[in-house]
């Protein structure tokens, strides 16, 4: 079964603090796999997207990693701003139709303080 | 920023009535999707549409049906709203692209049935 499985589910850190959240999936075959980044009540909006042949990808103060092998991704945020509190989600693209079909993860809701 | 609306933002409508949630996107994409999404789960698909005339449900069982009678418009209508309706409603949307159909949020419709 094609799953997203993410951790935390939340995590709270000090302004300015770095973090690094973690995503593990089973889709197969695999496409691409993106993070996305959703403020309360909003869409969701993309922040990197990585095909199998890449193994970072940096968007700003947002760097995620890819082991296609193990089949891990993690996104590690840096200097982290009161405005990067939102729920960070993980999704999963197949190769197996033209939709091109995403599984997604529940998310990694992180709450930054001052 | 992408160019997909949704409206309404809220929506709160007693059991029985009809609802039409409108999503519009100015990007000439041909796939658009339904998501719905309740808090600290993961998004559905509802329905998706490969383009004019083409409609098709999702991985979540839906009362819901579409409608994709111009590129640039996907509604979604509730014959007879149910509290079990509550939700958020996602609208995206995708074209071709380098990385692999890269999905556009809309900002989504927060239904409250009472």
């Known amino acids: 079964k094609n799953q997203v499985e993410q951790s935390p589910q939340s995590l709270i850190i000090l302004e300015g603090k770095n973090c690094t959240l973690q995503?593990?999936?089973?889709?197969?075959?695999?496409?691409?796999l993106r993070w996305y980044k959703q403020d309360t009540g909003r869409g969701p909006v993309s922040l990197t997207i990585m095909t199998f042949s890449e193994n970072t990808k940096s968007n700003g103060r947002y760097t995620a990693t890819l082991d296609a092998d193990t089949k891990q991704s993690s996104l590690h945020i840096t200097a982290s701003q009161l405005s990067d509190s939102a729920s960070y989600i993980c999704v999963v693209s197949d190769r197996g139709s033209t939709l091109g079909r995403l599984y997604f993860g529940r998310g990694t809701q992180l709450t930054v303080w001052p | 920023e992408a160019d997909i609306y949704q409206t309404p933002r809220y929506l709160v409508i007693g059991t029985g009535k009809k609802i039409t949630l409108e999503c519009s996107q100015t990007m000439g994409h041909d796939k658009m999707y339904w998501y719905q999404q309740d808090p600290g789960m993961e998004l559905h698909l509802i329905h998706y549409s490969y383009g004019v005339n083409s409609t098709e449900k999702g991985d979540l069982s839906s009362e819901s049906t579409v409608s994709r009678i111009r590129t640039e418009h996907f509604p979604l209508t509730l014959e007879s709203a149910r509290p079990s309706h509550t939700s958020q409603y996602l609208c995206a949307s995708s074209g071709a692209s380098g990385g692999g159909y890269e999905q556009y949020f809309g900002p989504g419709t927060r239904l409250t049935v009472t």
């Open positions: 995503c593990n999936y089973t889709v197969s075959p695999f496409s691409n």
